[in-house]
């Protein structure tokens, strides 16, 4: 069984809190607010199964409850399917259903957190492929999964409202190819939703992820 990891090629590392953000500043003149990302905040997932909400701890994993608060505000995880569900072990998400955009995300990884917290059931965790190369895709703890403490698998929220949503998400793809029928790990990195909605039309995915108080 595969453990979760960031699909695909990396490429050059960069790593940068706020790229977009840096892209803008060379078109405008007006000087961005800075943004305090709470301790401690919540994001309302509407899924095509259903809604659930995600709580988020920064004293868990202080880098990785950041990027996620950044990808919540460019609503970066609208639209984006749930590419890689295993019943009784994960579901992934966080390929931008723009492949323009997520080529530009995947390359600005976050150094690594100490885990401080264990691959429980309803926790959120980023994937990786190796030290300090979290970007945008997560994975949700279908089960309790000892063995990605053991691989160094960093906790940084969990499911505290429809935790049964989850588990709804369409697995009959199995896994990614080649070892599964489902999609084909580089073309997801490369055609995000382009590839996957033609040719995995019953996938689930997100309509919208927001803050909420």
Same mark, same amino acid.
């Given at each position: 069984?595969?453990?979760?990891?960031?699909?695909?090629?990396?490429?050059?590392?960069?790593?940068?809190?706020?790229?977009?953000?840096?892209?803008c500043?060379?078109?405008?003149?007006?000087?961005?607010?800075?943004?305090?990302?709470? %301790?401690?905040?919540?994001?309302?997932?509407?899924?095509?199964?259903?809604?659930f909400?995600?709580?988020?701890?920064?004293a868990?994993?202080?880098?990785?409850?950041?990027r996620?608060?950044?990808?919540?505000?460019?609503?970066?995880?609208?639209?984006?399917r749930f590419?890689?569900?295993?019943?009784?072990?994960?579901?992934?998400?966080?390929?931008?259903?723009?492949?323009?955009?997520?080529?530009?995300?995947?390359?600005?990884?976050?150094?690594?957190?100490?885990?401080?917290?264990?691959?429980?059931?309803?926790?959120?965790?980023?994937?990786?492929?190796?030290?300090?190369?979290?970007?945008?895709?997560?994975?949700?703890?279908?089960?309790?999964?000892?063995?990605?403490?053991?691989?160094?698998?960093?906790?940084?929220?969990?499911?505290?409202?429809?935790m049964?949503?989850?588990?709804?998400?369409?697995?009959?793809?199995? %896994?990614?190819?080649?070892?599964?029928?489902?999609p084909?790990?580089?073309r997801?990195?490369?055609?995000?939703? %382009?590839?996957?909605?033609p040719?995995?039309?019953n996938?689930?995915y997100?309509?919208?992820?927001?803050?909420?108080?």
């Open positions: 069984m595969w453990v979760p990891v960031i699909i695909g090629v990396m490429r050059n590392r960069r790593f940068a809190a706020l790229p977009v953000l840096c892209l500043l060379a078109a405008c003149s007006k000087k961005p607010e800075k943004v305090v990302v709470p %301790e401690v905040y919540r994001a309302k997932f509407e899924t095509t199964q259903g809604d909400v995600v709580e988020v701890t920064r868990w994993s202080p880098r990785g409850a950041d996620f608060h950044e990808l919540l505000r460019m609503n970066y995880f609208d639209q984006g590419f890689r569900v295993l019943p009784g072990f994960i579901a992934q998400f966080g390929v931008n259903k723009d492949f323009k955009v997520h080529d530009i995300w995947r390359e600005y990884m976050i150094l690594d957190d100490p885990r401080t917290q264990k691959n429980l059931r309803g926790t959120l965790a980023f994937a990786q492929s190796g030290p300090n190369t979290r970007a945008t895709e997560v994975f949700i703890n279908l089960a309790d999964n000892p063995m990605l403490d053991d691989q160094g698998f960093v906790p940084f929220a969990k499911i505290v409202e429809g049964d949503v989850p588990d709804k998400f369409y697995s009959g793809y199995g %896994e990614l190819a080649p070892q599964g029928k489902g084909d790990a580089g997801v990195e490369e055609e995000a939703n %382009e590839y996957l909605v040719r995995f039309p996938l689930d997100i309509k919208r992820a927001r803050f909420v108080q």
